[in-house]
Every structure is written in structure tokens, then in C-alpha cells.
């Protein structure tokens, strides 16, 4: 599959369960999944999931064999040692994950998670051959006061510096305002300037997903935004179902 963000470059789709799921959920969402990945149906785009950690050796190995990437949610920047609570990378994956979601605004909030953590963490996935999937996004009031342009591209390059600009690293745009319960849908308009300012930053390599309220009345739309490459889904896509159907809304939207 070619790789980079030209005109044939995969579509990432994926969803984060975040705090979500037992581990029978997560295997019956998994064989779903499995199941319904047929040859050639979601040519053109990269499907991921990414479960809480109790869930991604059991979802890698119903997912084996399929296109279906598995990730964490998050992984410490040290290989291992005196670090209690955290899971490193080796960790995660000897579990399974090949991609490794860092800088979510819920973990820049509530667990002190930083740019410099960020970038940390960034480099011990790459230094792994793992991909790392890096959130930024603005708050509202940062939005409001004008600021959502240079706040993101100051927090991609922090999470960035020192880290080649190649298809290996991905970057979700999620704006703190348009995620999850109470979250406004973000419209193609408000989203445009931010990406266009990411693309330019990131150069021609780097995936660029949209995530934040998205589900399937919104994806095309922000699927069409200039620069965005995926769509990186929550509560739209913790149905199976609704993850199935935004992997055929992509695919087909690759086939127009
Ligand atoms: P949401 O979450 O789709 O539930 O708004 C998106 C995210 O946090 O990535």
C-alpha cells in the first residue's frame, strides 16, 4: 500500500476506545471486524482500533491476518523500570499494538501529559518501529481569541522536534472543544485553516487525521477537507457497526 499522503496514499480510519469496554466486548467487536473485512473492501484505507490496554493482545490476535491495525493509547517513554502504573513501549508491543496514540487533550488535562512528554514518548515508539499517532488541538478559548493556528502548529512541533517528517508518524487534529459528551461537531469551515497550517508544517509524508465528534452523517464532509488523510473516531465508532460503516463510506469515497 503506498504510504504518504499523495492522492493515493491510505486513508486512516480507526476509533479509540478510550476507558471502554470489557474484555468480552472488545473481542466480540474484534471477530465483528474481522468478519466483515473481505478482501478488497476497504481498499484504500487503513483501518485501525485502538483498546485500553487490558484488551490489545486479545483484539491483536482476533484481528491477525487481517488489514485492521491495533494501537495503545498511551506508552512511556522509558523501555522499562521503576515507573509504576505505566506500560512501555516493548510492552505494548509484545501485546500486540503496532501504533501508539500520544498527546490526547483528555491526557494533556488530566494526567499532566505534556509537549515534552509528548515528544519523548514520540521518539521512544519510532526508536521501537512502532508509529505514533499524535493528538494536538486547541481548547475554545484559545479558538475564540483567534489563537487555534499558531496553538496547534506550536504543539506539533514541539511534539515533533527532532523527529524525521516521514509516514511512519501520524497526527490526529482534535480540537479540545469538538471531542467527546457536551463536544460541538467541528464543520468543515472551522476545521480547514488549522489543517492547511498542519499540512504545511508537516510536509508531504505525514498522515493528517481529523478527529472529534465525528460519526457517519459528518465523516465525507471532513474526509474532503483539504490535507486531511483519516478520521479518528470515538463515541461514533464504539458500535462496531458504525465503525464498519465509516470504513465504507472512505473506501468509497476513494472510489469517486
Ligand atoms: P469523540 O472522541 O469522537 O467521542 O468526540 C474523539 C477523540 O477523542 O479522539
Not at 51 to 74: E, K
Not at 153 to 171: I, Y
Request: with cysteine; net charge negative; glycine share 12%.
Amino acid at each position: 500500500m503506498t504510504s504518504g499522503t499523495g492522492p493515493t496514499a491510505p486513508l486512516w480510519v480507526g476509533t479509540s476506545w478510550k476507558m471502554t469496554k470489557s474484555l468480552g466486548e472488545a473481542r466480540d467487536f474484534a471477530r465483528a471486524l474481522a468478519g466483515a473485512a473481505t478482501p478488497g473492501r476497504w481498499d484504500g484505507v487503513q483501518p485501525f482500533v485502538v483498546p485500553p490496554a487490558t484488551a490489545i493482545s486479545t483484539v491483536a490476535a482476533v484481528l491477525a491476518g487481517t488489514p485492521v491495525v491495533v494501537g495503545a493509547q498511551n506508552a512511556h517513554w522509558a523501555d522499562e523500570g521503576a515507573w509504576t502504573g505505566e506500560i512501555s513501549v516493548p510492552q505494548v508491543a509484545d501485546a500486540g499494538a503496532r501504533l501508539v496514540e500520544l498527546g490526547h487533550s483528555e491526557r494533556r488535562e488530566h494526567f499532566a501529559e505534556t509537549d515534552a512528554t509528548v515528544n519523548a514518548k514520540v521518539r521512544a515508539v519510532l526508536r521501537h518501529g512502532l508509529r505514533p499517532l499524535v493528538c494536538v488541538g486547541e481548547p475554545a478559548s484559545v479558538r475564540a481569541a483567534g489563537g487555534a493556528v499558531p496553538f496547534v502548529t506550536a504543539q506539533v512541533t514541539a511534539a515533533l522536534a527532532g523527529v524525521p517528517r516521514s509516514e511512519d508518524v501520524l497526527v490526529a487534529y482534535e480540537p479540545v472543544w469538538a471531542i467527546g459528551d457536551g463536544g460541538r461537531p467541528a464543520t468543515p469551515e472551522d476545521v480547514a485553516p488549522v489543517c492547511a497550517a498542519l499540512r504545511a508544517e508537516l510536509g508531504d509524508q505525514v498522515p493528517l487525521l481529523y478527529g472529534g465528534s465525528v460519526h457517519r452523517g459528518n465523516a465525507l464532509e471532513l474526509l474532503e477537507v483539504a490535507g486531511v488523510g483519516g478520521l479518528f473516531v470515538g463515541r461514533g465508532a464504539w458500535d462496531v457497526r458504525d465503525l464498519i460503516a465509516l470504513l465504507d463510506l472512505a473506501a468509497g469515497s476513494r472510489g469517486r
